[in-house]
């Protein structure tokens, strides 16, 4: 009896630090629901101040509304290393329907590289195939995005 009640409490312990405790922020909480990428660039064009590469993931419930932010990369001046499963497992953990990916430029340039097109098809794969809508990919830059639904590229 007493082997059992140790192994639930080691479950526990590794599920409480896998679970998600940090509250939204105020202005996330406060954004009823994500509409369209002007929403998306409007609560994160802060990351257009960064002088590093941010990769950050929105996590959606089934009517848009914000579930969690992860913030999974930060990388260079030009890049961020961001693998699917990193992506996918904070999505996973809270349960979120959908996600939108975010990242900046801090070239100022919000055209997408090969890499980010390449990276965005990858990753909207690994969503179909656990039954998560990844609805948009949008880049920020200081006074411009680009949105990768808005151009039908996702």
């Known amino acids: ?9 080691t479950i526990k312990a590794v ?3 896998l679970t998600i405790k940090e509250p939204l922020p105020d202005y ?3 954004t009823r629901k994500i509409t369209s990428s002007s929403d998306v660039y409007r609560l ?9 590469e941010h990769f950050v993931t929105l996590h959606l419930d089934t009517k848009n509304k ?4 992860d913030q999974v990369s930060v990388g260079s001046l ?11 497992k904070t999505a996973l953990l809270s349960s ?3 996600i939108v990916l975010i990242h900046n430029h801090p070239s100022g340039d919000p055209e997408p590289s090969c890499e980010d097109t390449l990276l965005t098809t990858r990753l909207k794969e690994c969503c179909e195939l656990l039954g998560i809508r990844c609805l948009d990919h949008v880049i920020v830059c ?4 680009v949105s990768f639904a808005d151009r039908g590229l996702i």
């Open 66 to 69: 914000i579930v969690c932010v």
């Open 96 to 98: 979120a329907a959908a």
């Open 1 to 9: 009896m007493e082997a059992k009640s140790i192994r639930l409490k």
């Open 142 to 145: 200081s006074d411009e995005y």
């Open 15 to 17: 599920w409480d630090t």
């Open 78 to 88: 030009n890049a961020s290393v961001v693998h699917p499963r990193e992506v996918l």
């Open 44 to 52: 994160f064009r802060y990351l257009c101040h960064e002088t590093k």
């Open 28 to 30: 996330l909480r406060a």
